[in-house]
């Protein structure tokens, strides 16, 4: 990784945080995109960042991807339990300067250190809908 660029760590390489790897990747950002899936990683095009394939709650495989010298973390798992903890591992443990999650249940963000950014693309929906409706 160069040492010019944001350092960010990806995980959960679904539709959302395949898609966040590579706008990251696309702006210059050094990114590694973390999926215990292979199968979801095999998918991912257009992305110039490292894949890595593996459990991102295990401290060790966070280690081995750099997450001490990590500018950025964006955990998008499909469970926010999973995110909430990562989170928090990389607020308390590693300091990570910015860390957002994305949370399915926008009720847990009650639970969510004030350090983390939300992502709760229900709410963003219904949020957008009602921009539209308002507009017409």
């Known amino acids: 990784m160069s040492n010019s660029s944001m350092k960010s760590i990806v995980i959960g390489a679904g539709r959302l945080g395949s898609n966040?790897?590579?706008?990251?990747?696309?702006?210059?950002?050094?990114?590694?995109?973390i999926d215990r899936n292979r199968e979801k990683l095999g998918n991912v095009v257009d992305f110039t960042g490292f894949l890595e394939s593996g459990d991102a709650t295990d401290l060790g495989?966070?280690?081995?991807c750099g997450i001490k010298d990590a500018d950025r973390l964006v955990a998008c798992t499909d469970d926010?339990?999973?995110?909430?903890?990562?989170?928090?591992?990389?607020?308390?443990?590693y300091s990570v300067p910015e860390v957002y999650i994305r949370l399915k249940d926008s009720r847990k963000m009650k639970v969510v250190d004030d350090r983390v950014k939300c992502i709760c693309p229900f709410d963003l929906s219904l949020e957008d809908f009602a921009e539209q409706k308002r507009g017409e």
Not at 28 to 33: A, K, R, S
Not at 80 to 93: G, K, Q, R
Request: charged letters at 25%.
């Open 80 to 93: 926010d339990n999973t995110n909430i903890f990562i989170s928090d591992v990389c607020c308390y443990i």
């Open 20 to 33: 966040i790897a590579k706008m990251l990747s696309k702006e210059n950002n050094d990114v590694i995109l």
């Open 61 to 64: 495989l966070l280690e081995e």
